[in-house]
Every structure is written in C-alpha cells, then in structure tokens.
C-alpha cells in the first residue's frame, strides 16, 4: 500500500507539521486540544473508530492507531521541553541581564541605637573585668521587691507598681514584669556560693509611667554589682568615673550626690559636666542650665543583702549601680525625646 494511501500516516503528517508551526505554549495547548482532546479529539476520534472497522482490517488498524497516538503524545512533550528551553536560552540573551542597568540598592540592617549603646556600655565594663549576667523579664516579686529590700508596704512600691502576670491560682501580686535588673544580682549572688562577684546585668524593664520626653513605660538598664573582700566607695567612684570617660569623652568631670535607693547604704547619683554648654549656657537644653547632667544611680549594697546571700558582712563589702541605657543614647546623640527610640519610624532609626 503507497504511503499516501495510509490514513494515518496522512493524519500523522499533518499533525507534526501542525505542531512544528506551534511558537508558544499557547498555540501548543489549542493544538493538544485539536488532536489530543478527550471528547472529540481528532485521534480520539480515530481511536473510537477502531471497533467500527472491517473485521479483518480491525487488528492492524488499532496497532497503528496506538502508534500514531504514542508518536503524538512524544512529540507534544519534546515540543514543550523545547519551548522551555528557547525561553531560558531568551532570559540571557534579550536584556533580562543587563549589566548596564544601575544595581537595586541592598537594604543593610543595623542595631537599634539602644542596642548600640548598650553594647558599648557593656564593652566599657567588660573592660574593667564585668561579666555579663542576663536573667528573665517576667519576674518573681519576692525576686524584684523583698530580696532588694521593698517589702509590701514600701514607697519605691508605688513608685514602681507595676505590670502584674495574672495567675491561674495563688497570689495575684506574685508574678510581674521586672521593675528592675536588681533580680539579677540576687540571682548572681545566689549562684555565687563565695565573692567575689563582678557582674553588670542588662536587660528591659517595665513600669507603670506615664510617658513624656524622659520617661518610657519599658526601658533598658544596665546595672552592676561589685562584692568582694575590701571593696570600698572610691572603688565605685572609680570604676564609673572609667565608665563616664568611655562613653563621653576622656575629658569629662563627675560629680556625686547623695541620693537614696532602698538596696544602697549610703546611695549616691552620678552627674557629668554639661559638654553641650559646659557649663555656660543657663538656658542649655540639656544641663538645664546647671552644668550637670545626671546620669546613673549608684552606691553601697545594703549590708543587709550581703547577709541574706550567706556573705559575712563584716568581711566582704560590694558596690552597685543602675543605668538607664535609653538615658545615655539620648545624651550621646543629642536627642530630644526619649519616645523616638520605640515609635519605629524608620527614618529617626536609619540615622544611627
Ligand atoms: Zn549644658
């Protein structure tokens, strides 16, 4: 039988002639329909035609129909395979990678300002033998309040109430969020069978404060705890004179106050002189015209809490203090209001 005659290999021809012609994925898809669909696809057509075939030719004419069907199904997927192919091939070539097109900017990340400066604040300690100690912000009271000597009926309770944790059971005023990193340095202590102790404790705070320019609902302290045999106040007045030297300048001067924090016997509060006016300014923003900045409180720990740690009072002595990291940031980069630092407006935070 010639060639011409076979219908299907007229149907064959037609069909691969068809799909050569095919340029996109589009066109490959209506010729999938046209030969290949499943109700009235031509070689569907063809297929259900076998049974309806002369008996003797029915055999031979379903073998080629099922080749025909193979053949086409190859096909079509050599088809795609090359249309992907002439795509990515197309990627490179046609300006997809023009190297002359300016470079799309990297956003770079960087460390919120309190983060900096409390990491400086941390080397500054680090380098005058601190080790840093990190505990929990959801706190005990007997942890943020009896162990630093508040008890129930303290003033600096008010001053500080604070966040309470509602618990399923037991006292509701049990749990809260720390006031202060002073739960730390007992914990320090705690762990900490004989001194000495060498610790700064960094870590957020929390506090019922109505907020202004100076005062944040959550703020980050830095404090330390020094106890050892012969620790005395000039140690303290050393060590955050260093401090004060490293964070502002080699040149600066302090000054102490007296000052009263419950866990302190005597306490004390660390100013620097004003370098913003230096002293000559009496309407300077940030001395307020005394030529003082106030900057951290501080001063002997309680011989009271040397004792409930087990420590012999009488032989060892330690020194503590408290920084208020945002306070520091704010003084370093002349900033005027402290609420900047946690409105996460990116244009403030993109300038440090
Ligand atoms: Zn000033």
Redesign the pocket.
């Known amino acids: 039988m010639p060639a011409a005659a076979d219908p299907l290999e007229a149907l064959r021809e037609e069909a691969l002639i068809s799909l050569s012609d095919a340029r996109d994925d589009a066109s490959v898809e209506l010729w999938r329909n046209h030969w290949l669909g499943r109700s009235d696809g031509r070689l569907t057509i063809l297929l259900r035609s076998i049974k309806d075939q002369p008996a003797d030719q029915r055999a031979a004419f379903g073998a080629g129909a099922n080749v025909l069907k193979v053949t086409l199904e190859t096909a079509l997927e050599e088809k795609l395979e090359s249309l992907r192919q002439a795509a990515l091939a197309r990627l490179g070539t046609e300006g997809a990678l023009d190297v002359t097109l300016p470079g799309r900017p990297q956003l770079r990340g960087r460390l919120h300002p309190v983060t900096q400066t409390m990491r400086d604040c941390l080397d500054a300690f680090a380098q005058m033998g601190f080790r840093v100690f990190e505990g929990p912000e959801v706190e005990w009271s007997k942890y943020n309040f009896d162990a630093a000597r508040i008890p129930e009926d303290h003033p600096a309770r008010d001053m500080w109430d604070t966040i309470w944790i509602d618990t399923a059971a037991g006292d509701p005023r049990e749990i809260l969020l720390r006031t202060h990193t002073t739960p730390n340095q007992i914990r320090v202590m705690e762990r900490t069978p004989e001194p000495p102790v060498r610790v700064v404790v960094p870590g957020k705070c929390y506090r019922h404060e109505a907020t202004d320019a100076t005062h944040e609902w959550m703020l980050t302290q830095i404090e330390g705890l020094a106890v050892d045999e012969g620790v005395r106040m000039s140690d303290l007045k050393g060590t955050l004179y260093q401090f004060a030297q490293t964070m502002f300048g080699r040149d600066r001067k302090i000054i102490f106050h007296h000052s009263y924090f419950p866990f302190v016997e005597p306490g004390i509060e660390m100013a620097i002189d004003?370098f913003?006016?230096?002293?000559n300014?009496s309407k300077?923003h940030?001395?307020h015209?005394t030529?003082w900045i106030e900057i951290l409180g501080a001063g002997m720990v309680h011989p009271e809490i040397i004792e409930c740690h087990g420590y012999d009072s009488s032989r060892v002595t330690g020194f503590a203090f408290g920084i208020g990291v945002e306070r520091v940031a704010l003084l370093r980069w002349g900033i005027d209001d402290i609420r900047h630092f946690y409105s996460n407006d990116l244009r403030f935070l993109r300038q440090f």
Do not use: K
């Not at 913003?276 to 002293?279: D, S, W």
């Open positions: 004003c913003i006016c230096r002293g300014d300077c940030t001395c015209g030529g």
